[in-house]
């Protein structure tokens, strides 16, 4: 980097300070300290990689995943459940297919008949881009997205009479639980519709989709304006 050193005459004639240079008077300091104030405000800000909203493909079925900060207040129930840590993976499926193993005539029950439905809630011990999932997309919803995004996760948990959560049975992987779900499963409501669903909510511009594929790819052509610690993430618009 060039350095411009300013150079010091010493003028032996003057023998008495220069009275004409005065310091900057009040309003120019204000002016001076609010520019400054300008120019740190116009500095675009970074979400926090910490806020990122997760998805997460595995194989045809797809799963949202939030930091373990998002959860209070509508999902802080979870913690009376599974582990306290970093972050939580949702998915929603058919109860019968979702639990076992992916049989073809199971799907075609899952698909052609309405059923039950199930919610799969993980809890990582990682940020998802350290596990080994093949494909994973990163958004960042405003504050009131957030809000109306876990607000409609904590809906999806069928209750009691007395407002408890009805678990089901353990999960597929790590710490994991099977919970009771509202509404039903079939062709017209499959686990990628339910999750283009909540990311609407989100506030991503997302159409209905069947497949896991169509899903990533409709998140991936987002633009990738916002910080999202692993990822590049997909800054979502506020008036969605």
Known sequence: MDW??????????????????????????MKFLLAIAVL?????????????LLVV???WHTGLVIPAGKLDP???????HLPDTGYYEFGWGDADFYQHNN????????????????LHVVALERHPAQLPHKDLAALCPEPDHWHRLTRALA?????????????????????SLFFQAEGTFWLGRTCNRWSSERLRQAGAPIRGVLT????????KALPATCNAGHLNGRRLPENN
């Open 4 to 29: 411009c050193l300013p150079v010091l005459i010493w003028d032996r004639s003057v023998t008495e300070p220069d009275t004409t240079s005065t310091a900057p008077s009040g309003d120019e300091l």
């Open 40 to 52: 740190i405000l116009a500095v675009p800000a970074h979400a926090d990689p910490g806020e990122s």
């Open 57 to 59: 493909r595995h194989r």
């Open 74 to 80: 509508h999902l802080r129930f979870l913690r009376d």
């Open 103 to 118: 049989s073809i005539p199971r799907l075609l029950k899952a698909l052609f008949w309405p059923t039950d439905s199930v």
């Open 155 to 175: 809906a999806d948990f069928q209750r009691n009479a007395d407002g408890t959560v009805r678990t089901v049975g353990p999960g597929l992987y790590g710490a």
């Open 212 to 219: 896991a594929g169509g899903l990533m790819r409709q998140l």
